[in-house]
Nanobody, 120 residues
Framework: VQLQASGGGLVQAGGSLRLSCAAS????????MGWFRQAPGEEREFVTA?????YYADSVKGRFTISRDHAKNTVYLQMNSLKPEDTAVYYC?????????????????WGQGTEVTVSS
């Protein structure tokens, strides 16, 4: 099972990026698919996830949109109005979730990360 994240890069504040996470080796249609990020010197934090509903961290609500294409076994993260504080390595993850939620925990599979840098 592999999760391949892509789409990171350097963008100016206010700009947009779209990240992709392609899954292979199994289907994750009933699983949570999520994005986490880790900034330098910081702990990894939850960003957003999707299963039957979507979940967002307060810091990205209204700016980021998660979506998934079941046919392609791929999840996307559209990031708009980017801020310097969004700078981090972004990781996609898949798992059953925990306690009926996709927020924060219950992820068994992790991608390699894609770096996002937002300049001011």
């Amino acid at each position: 099972v592999q999760l391949q994240a892509s789409g990171g890069g350097l963008v100016q504040a206010g700009g947009s990026l779209r990240l992709s996470c392609a899954a292979s080796g199994r289907t994750f249609s009933s699983y949570c698919m999520g994005w986490f990020r880790q900034a330098p010197g910081e702990e990894r934090e939850f960003v957003t996830a999707i299963r039957s509903i979507t979940y967002y961290a307060d810091s990205v609500k209204g700016r980021f949109t998660i979506s998934r294409d079941h046919a392609k076994n791929t999840v996307y993260l559209q990031m708009n109005s980017l801020k310097p504080e969004d700078t981090a390595v972004y990781y996609c993850a898949a798992g059953p979730g925990a306690f009926g939620s996709c927020r924060h925990s219950g992820y068994d599979y992790w991608g390699q990360g894609t770096e996002v840098t937002v300049s001011s």
